[in-house]
Nanobody
């Protein structure tokens, strides 16, 4: 069992910044990749950024140079620093982790999604 608690969304003016956090807790043996995805109204969910346990990152072209993903492995938390926000960044942002449960002899790799947090960029 795992729980994800997302925070940091809200309303911000164009050019502003927000920092999203996603903390995982539960019966966790390890967290492999962590990432952020977003879904705007009428659009499919898309990848924003991911980070591996070793710190390797991957970003969507639309956010490169503006967003930074990071993680605190000791706290099982992933962050998304969003700068120079644009109206087109408006979406529900979802945290996703790839994790392995404690006491799982097969070391199963599972995906789990957070509930999402709304980010609105508007003047």
């Amino acid at each position: 069992q795992v729980q994800l608690v997302e925070s940091g969304g809200g309303l911000v003016q164009p050019g502003g910044s927000l920092r999203l956090s996603c903390a995982a807790s539960g019966s966790i043996f390890s967290i492999n990749a962590m990432g952020w995805y977003r879904q705007a109204p009428g659009k499919e969910r898309e990848l924003v950024a991911t980070i591996t346990s070793g710190g390797n990152t991957n970003y969507a072209d639309s956010v490169k140079g503006r967003f930074t993903i990071s993680r605190d492995n000791a706290k099982n938390t992933v962050f998304l620093q969003m700068n120079i926000l644009k109206p087109e960044d408006t979406a529900v942002y979802y945290c996703k982790i790839n994790w392995t449960p404690r006491n799982d002899w097969y070391r199963t790799s599972l995906d789990y999604w957070g509930q999402g947090t709304q980010v609105t960029v508007s003047s």
